[in-house]
């Protein structure tokens, strides 16, 4: 669920209770408060009639399907809802699961839809929503309408004495022309003034009425909690898949590229050697130590790459150690302090070591910092990964950077990436993953 009000972030003269009876908002608020009576008046009455007739015909074949209409009608009601919520009220609610047979067919759709949760949310929301719209349009009403008649008092009140026969509003009279009238200017003035207090609490009232209409749609009309994790599920899912598979390209495209490359070199440098090993033993001493060096500069890139899929240290020595290499290999000064009980679940670790080693080159190739910081402990059942630096600032997840990137694979896992980089600095970024241990 989302709420947008439609406001932007700009200065106002007036402050916010003055200007809240004139806003934007509070008269669309009050559009579908007054909306909101005849529609579910008309809902209401399909499924009590729709639920009432299947209901009455269950002895019969054909209540079974009649249900089924009622509440895909309510169905098709809650779209209507759902986008009247929307464009009036700024609420933004994903459309629930839809409904889906085990088969094609009149009567697996019919099955389908009395098996779904969603549809029988709607018919809730159809009964439940009617007297609450009721109470909230009398309410909003009779408060709005009162506050602005009162307020306005000053530039009416001579309809009364022109075409009512009395000389302004009548707190008491008895019928007889005695009674008590809001007619004097003082009288008229404080009138005005209960006027402006109840037009300058009306807004909240409606922000407040409507609020119960927001749980409402959102808790009744949207996806169950069950379907909206589902779905996140799958999301995740596809990101995990997504970065295995470049983790594999770029694996593969490092072993073409680097060792492998090197490899075939050396291994046609020591064919040619052995070919002048007895024609020139010099000359494949000097071929041999060459290809000797290759083989160095072979194996530390195997050693690189390795590090880069599982660092050896990482599973002997676990986070400190590990981290503590990291940050001996980076540019800028840092500080690493880790206060963990135990270790958590390897694979928090293993994203836990790799969120670090990225924020660090981040640090490396971007932040002009001169000292940067790594903390890391446990609270209740979250792992805490903090990296600081004293940089230009100015980092930001939604530019699709890197940053990007790191917070799909943390939120794969039900993390959390915070990022603090005001311009100028400093920069603070906050991870938080399960600890699974």
Same mark, same amino acid.
């Given at each position: 669920?989302?709420?947008?009000?439609?406001?932007?972030?700009?200065?106002?003269?007036?402050?916010?209770? =003055? @200007?809240?009876?004139?806003?934007?908002?509070?008269?669309?608020?009050?559009?579908?408060?007054?909306?909101?009576?005849?529609?579910?008046?008309?809902?209401?009455?399909? &499924?009590?009639?729709?639920?009432?007739?299947?209901?009455?015909?269950?002895?019969?074949?054909?209540? /079974?399907?009649?249900?089924?209409?009622?509440?895909?009608?309510?169905?098709?009601?809650?779209?209507?809802?759902?986008?009247?919520?929307?464009?009036?009220?700024?609420?933004?609610?994903?459309?629930?699961?839809?409904?889906?047979?085990? $088969?094609?067919?009149?009567?697996?759709? /019919?099955?389908? *839809?009395?098996?779904?949760?969603?549809?029988?949310?709607?018919?809730?929301? &159809?009964?439940?929503?009617?007297?609450? &719209?009721?109470?909230?349009?009398?309410?909003?009403?009779?408060?709005?309408?009162?506050?602005?008649?009162?307020?306005?008092?000053?530039?009416?009140?001579?309809?009364?004495?022109?075409?009512?026969?009395?000389?302004?509003?009548?707190?008491?009279?008895?019928?007889?022309? %005695?009674?008590?009238?809001?007619?004097?200017?003082? !009288?008229?003035?404080?009138?005005?003034?209960?006027?402006?207090?109840? *037009?300058?609490?009306?807004?909240?009232?409606?922000?407040?009425?409507?609020?119960?209409?927001?749980?409402?749609?959102?808790?009744?009309?949207?996806?169950? @909690?069950?379907?909206?994790?589902?779905? !996140?599920?799958?999301?995740?899912?596809?990101?995990?898949?997504?970065?295995?598979?470049?983790?594999?390209?770029?694996?593969? @495209?490092? =072993?073409?590229?680097?060792?492998?490359? @090197?490899? /075939?070199? =050396?291994?046609?440098?020591?064919?040619?050697? $052995?070919? $002048?090993?007895?024609?020139?033993?010099?000359?494949?001493?000097?071929?041999?130590?060459?290809?000797?060096?290759?083989?160095?500069?072979?194996?530390?890139?195997?050693?690189?790459? &390795?590090?880069?899929?599982?660092?050896?240290?990482?599973?002997?020595?676990?986070?400190?150690?590990?981290?503590?290499?990291?940050?001996?290999?980076?540019?800028?000064?840092? %500080?690493?302090?880790?206060?963990?009980?135990?270790?958590?679940?390897?694979?928090? !670790?293993?994203?836990?070591?790799?969120?670090?080693? !990225? #924020? =660090?080159? %981040? /640090?490396?190739?971007?932040?002009?910092?001169?000292?940067?910081?790594?903390?890391?402990?446990?609270?209740?059942?979250?792992?805490?990964?903090?990296?600081?630096?004293?940089?230009?600032?100015?980092?930001?997840?939604?530019?699709?950077?890197?940053?990007?990137?790191?917070?799909?694979?943390?939120?794969?896992?039900?993390?959390? #990436?915070?990022?603090?980089?005001?311009?100028?600095?400093?920069?603070?970024?906050?991870?938080?993953?399960?600890?699974?241990?």
């Amino acid at each position: 669920m989302a709420i947008d009000d439609g406001s932007q972030s700009r200065p106002h003269i007036l402050p916010p209770a =003055l @200007r809240a009876p004139v806003e934007g908002r509070t008269w669309r608020e009050f559009g579908y408060l007054l909306l909101s009576l005849p529609i579910a008046a008309v809902l209401f009455s399909y &499924a009590i009639a729709t639920i009432s007739v299947g209901a009455g015909l269950l002895v019969t074949f054909l209540g /079974v399907p009649v249900l089924a209409m009622g509440l895909a009608g309510c169905r098709a009601f809650g779209a209507m809802e759902r986008a009247r919520a929307r464009g009036l009220l700024g609420l933004k609610v994903a459309d629930p699961e839809p409904v889906r047979g085990q $088969k094609h067919g009149l009567m697996s759709w /019919v099955g389908a *839809v009395l098996k779904s949760g969603a549809s029988w949310r709607h018919l809730l929301y &159809a009964v439940l929503h009617f007297p609450w &719209a009721v109470f909230a349009f009398v309410v909003a009403v009779t408060f709005w309408t009162t506050g602005w008649a009162l307020f306005l008092y000053p530039l009416w009140q001579w309809v009364f004495p022109n075409h009512l026969g009395q000389s302004g509003i009548a707190v008491y009279g008895d019928g007889s022309g %005695n009674g008590l009238y809001l007619d004097t200017p003082f !009288e008229i003035g404080v009138t005005s003034a209960v006027g402006l207090v109840l *037009v300058l609490a009306s807004p909240w009232l409606i922000r407040g009425l409507t609020s119960v209409d927001r749980l409402m749609v959102a808790g009744l009309l949207g996806p169950s @909690r069950l379907a909206t994790r589902v779905s !996140e599920l799958e999301s995740d899912r596809g990101v995990v898949v997504d970065t295995a598979a470049a983790d594999l390209r770029r694996i593969e @495209r490092d =072993l073409h590229d680097g060792a492998q490359a @090197r490899l /075939v070199a =050396l291994a046609m440098d020591l064919g040619l050697a $052995k070919e $002048k090993l007895t024609e020139d033993p010099e000359a494949a001493a000097r071929m041999v130590a060459e290809a000797h060096g290759e083989v160095k500069t072979a194996l530390q890139e195997l050693r690189d790459l &390795a590090r880069g899929i599982h660092p050896a240290v990482l599973t002997d020595r676990g986070l400190d150690a590990a981290l503590s290499a990291i940050a001996s290999r980076c540019t800028v000064p840092v %500080n690493v302090e880790v206060d963990l009980p135990s270790r958590p679940a390897a694979a928090i !670790e293993g994203i836990a070591y790799f969120t670090v080693s !990225e #924020l =660090l080159q %981040n /640090v490396s190739k971007h932040a002009r910092a001169r000292r940067s910081s790594v903390d890391v402990w446990q609270t209740h059942d979250r792992l805490m990964l903090q990296v600081t630096d004293d940089g230009q600032g100015g980092a930001d997840a939604s530019t699709g950077s890197g940053l990007a990137g790191l917070a799909e694979r943390l939120d794969a896992v039900d993390g959390i #990436l915070v990022i603090d980089s005001p311009a100028g600095g400093p920069t603070s970024v906050t991870a938080e993953l399960p600890w699974r241990g």
